[in-house]
């Protein structure tokens, strides 16, 4: 495995902001596959902190089931929108400059968020034609430019996605700052839905009592108004930061191992396998 370190310094960026990869050595004479998807993990954590549960955990198991992963640590509350989202588009932008260096499919790159990662994996799938982010990224907001930061799929876990009824105002208001008066309605991601969105698989719990399960509900909805391909997993039981929902990421509480919730890494990544590898 090959392990590398990105320090990330956009606009407003915190200290500790960065990108860690991990690639699997595929250049082998001896494996057919030369080239594979890169899963980019967004953890957690209400856009005040990054969670450790959300991070390296889930990375390393997307690793050990055939896919190069990385997590992005990007900067939370006192940083302010959109600066986490300048930090997605960069590391986007790292993967597919070294593609060919770390034997990745770079038609392959998919964005994973929980929870307010979530929010930031959602933001980045609508949002990633947007002008300002080609400008801020690479001076050029051609349409080749932004080619390059498109995702090519989208994992969701337990995400934030509204503004509205259902919101976890926490998020919204560490996030936005004082400017949520302006910017709260643009950023209830079901009314920012387009046809630019990539393939999405979601995942959430029905008693989920942090992040109702409606966020989830209302974007699967808007991608099927816009005809995106969506696979949607709704489990009857399990709390709000589920992670692998197993013995790995449970807290100290010991509520977050959800057995029946631990099939969702085997069910995303058999989408993966099914979107990328037939």
Sequence with gaps: MIYKEFELKEDGSLEGSKLTVYIQETASPKLKIKK??????????????????????????????????????????????????????????????HADEWWIDRDAIIVQGSSAGG??????????HEDFLAEKMM?????????VLRPNGLLLSY????????AH??????????RIS??????SLETAVNENVPETFIWATFTDGA???????????????????????????????????????????????????EVWIDLACTWLKNKFYN
């Design 211 to 261: 992040v109702p399960v409606e966020n989830s509900l209302l974007f699967a909805m808007a991608l099927k108004k816009q005809n995106i391909n969506t696979e949607l997993h709704i489990f009857c039981e399990g709390s709000h930061g589920l992670a692998l929902s197993n013995h790995l990421t449970e807290g100290p509480e010991g509520k977050e191992i959800v057995p029946s919730c």
């Design 119 to 128: 929010h930031l994996a959602a933001s980045f799938a609508c949002f990633w």
């Design 139 to 147: 001076g050029d907001k051609s349409a080749s430019c932004k080619e």
């Design 36 to 97: 594979r998807p890169m899963v980019v993990v967004c953890p957690g954590g209400g856009y005040e902190y990054t969670s450790d549960r959300e991070a390296e955990p889930i990375a390393l198991s997307f690793l050990a089931k055939g896919f190069h992963a990385a997590v992005l640590r990007y900067s939370c509350a006192p940083a302010k929108y959109p600066t986490a989202l300048l930090e997605l588009a960069r590391s986007v932008l790292i993967v597919r400059e």
């Design 169 to 178: 105002k926490g998020s919204f208001e560490k996030l936005l700052g004082d």
């Design 159 to 166: 995400p934030v996605i509204t503004s509205g009824e259902y």
């Design 182 to 187: 302006e910017l709260n309605e643009e950023m």
